[in-house]
């Protein structure tokens, strides 16, 4: 996931993410670290948040990963 192209201000601005846990995510030193702190986020939260999680992956250009998703699920 490319967290540059705006996905992690979407995940904010529909209240998936709290301003501490974007804070959380942003001052991770690499995108991988950056990515897997995201994640690790996304596994606690509702079912109605990974709906929103793909919405804003297909949002900000990234329905490749989005389709992934959710062919796998």
Excluded: P, Y
């Excluded at 509702?46 to 490749?64: C, E, K, N, P, W």
């Amino acid at each position: 996931m490319d967290l540059d192209q705006g996905l992690l201000t979407e995940l904010f601005s529909t209240s998936v993410i709290s301003s501490r846990e974007l804070e959380n995510v942003r001052v991770k030193s690499t995108s991988f670290d950056r990515n897997e702190c995201l994640i690790q986020l996304l596994r606690r939260k509702s079912q109605r948040d990974f709906g929103v999680f793909v919405d804003a992956l297909r949002t900000v250009g990234q329905s490749h990963i989005a389709d992934i998703l959710c062919s796998s699920s």
